[in-house]
T-cell receptor, first 113, second 112 residues
Framework: ETGVTQSPTHLIKTRGQQVTLRCSSQ?????VSWYQQALGQGPQFIFQ???????GRGNFPPRFSGLQFPNYSSELNVNALELDDSALYLC????????????FGPGTRLLVL | GNSVTQMEGPVTLSEEAFLTINCTYT??????LFWYVQYPGEGLQLLLK?????DKGSNKGFEATYRKETTSFHLEKGSVQVSDSAVYFC???????????FGTGTSLTVIP
């Protein structure tokens, strides 16, 4: 059984650019959630994907978007990057109906200059 | 609404000292409560959880009891080790909805 993996581990972008972060869910899991963790803060829910559709969204603007693929892997896309987007982005996978039990990946650390 | 408030850090303890990290919550309905741990450079790992009032979650010597009357879920360990040094997050998952609500985290450093 493989755990949740994310790529890349680190990324540096400049303001205004676009970024794509990737997540492979744990084997057998069909739901993926994304969280943003700013430095010194707790993770904040961005959105969740199930059956390739967005299934709930936190308080994030539309320039944060996502995809889920038939193999349940997922992407997080952020357009028009701002300095405040600098954070650790965490992906978590779970079974639909069992979202209380989420397995987190190691995260992608994004720095926006 | 849903929110979690946890004790400000950082916390520094000597090895074998007693640990308490306070956590209180606000929630609609009856949430499940969690403690997650984050080691340097890593993602979140589930430490323990409790799904209803008066439940006690425990793992690796850590314990927390779901107290509905005080809306609290304080984390305790009787004797900390250097390897317990990490950031600890209290979180809730509401019985309706599909997201976790995390506290801001408490950094723990245990010195030999």
């Amino acid at each position: 059984e493989t755990g949740v993996t994310q790529s890349p581990t680190h990324l540096i972008k400049t303001r205004g650019q676009q970024v794509t972060l990737r997540c492979s869910s744990q084997s057998g899991h069909n739901t993926v959630s994304w969280y943003q963790q700013a430095l010194g803060q707790g993770p904040q829910f961005i959105f969740q994907y199930y059956r390739e559709e967005e299934n709930g969204r936190g308080n994030f603007p539309p320039r944060f978007s996502g995809l889920q693929f038939p193999n349940y892997s997922s992407e997080l896309n952020v357009n028009a990057l701002e300095l405040d987007d600098s954070a650790l982005y965490l992906c978590a996978s779970s079974f639909k109906g069992g979202e209380e039990t989420q397995y987190f990946g190691p995260g992608t650390r994004l720095l926006v200059l | 609404g849903n929110s979690v408030t946890q004790m400000e850090g950082p916390v520094t303890l000597s090895e074998e000292a007693f640990l308490t990290i306070n956590c209180t919550y606000t929630a609609t309905g009856y949430p499940s409560l969690f403690w997650y741990v984050q080691y340097p450079g890593e993602g979140l790992q589930l430490l323990l959880k409790a799904t209803k009032a008066d439940d006690k979650g425990s793992n690796k010597g850590f314990e927390a009891t779901y107290r509905k009357e005080t809306t609290s879920f304080h984390l305790e360990k009787g004797s900390v080790q250097v390897s317990d040094s990490a950031v600890y997050f209290c979180a809730l998952y509401p019985n309706t909805g599909n997201q976790f609500y995390f506290g801001t985290g408490t950094s723990l450093t245990v010195i030999p």
